[in-house]
């Protein structure tokens, strides 16, 4: 298990339990209710599930896929740090996430 501190939409921070090899959006759903958060349950097809990773495990990430990087290009609030919470692998080797997830689009 790895440790996750999530910010939502409106600056409340909660935690969740990420489960190496699943995704970062599995442990923010289970952790936060949202009816708008990840809408096609990690299909790769709404970005709703757009979070700005944390600079603890940024440069551990495999860079986004081709698809991933059309999606985040459409998005108003994107930055530097935005990923698809459904394209991101939790790994072990970073203890510790803190995840933003970005405004409603």
């Known amino acids: 298990m790895v440790f996750i501190e999530i910010t939502d939409r409106q600056g409340n921070a909660s935690s969740a339990n990420g489960q190496v090899g699943g995704s970062l959006m599995d442990a923010i759903c289970r952790s936060?209710?949202?009816e708008t958060f990840a809408t096609c349950g990690g299909c790769?097809?709404?970005a709703t599930?757009?979070?700005y990773i944390g600079p603890t495990s940024e440069g551990r990430l495999?860079?986004?896929?081709e698809e991933e990087r059309d999606l985040l290009s459409a998005l108003r609030f994107r930055?530097?740090?935005s990923?698809?919470?459904?394209q991101v692998p939790i790994f072990a080797d970073t203890p510790l996430?803190?995840?933003t997830i970005a405004p409603e689009e």
Not at 62 to 65: L, N, Q, R
């Open 83 to 86: 990923r698809l919470s459904c």
């Open 62 to 65: 495999s860079p986004a896929g």
């Open 49 to 51: 599930c757009h979070v």
């Open 44 to 46: 790769l097809s709404c």
């Open 97 to 99: 996430w803190r995840v």
């Open 32 to 34: 936060v209710a949202s």
């Open 79 to 81: 930055n530097e740090r």
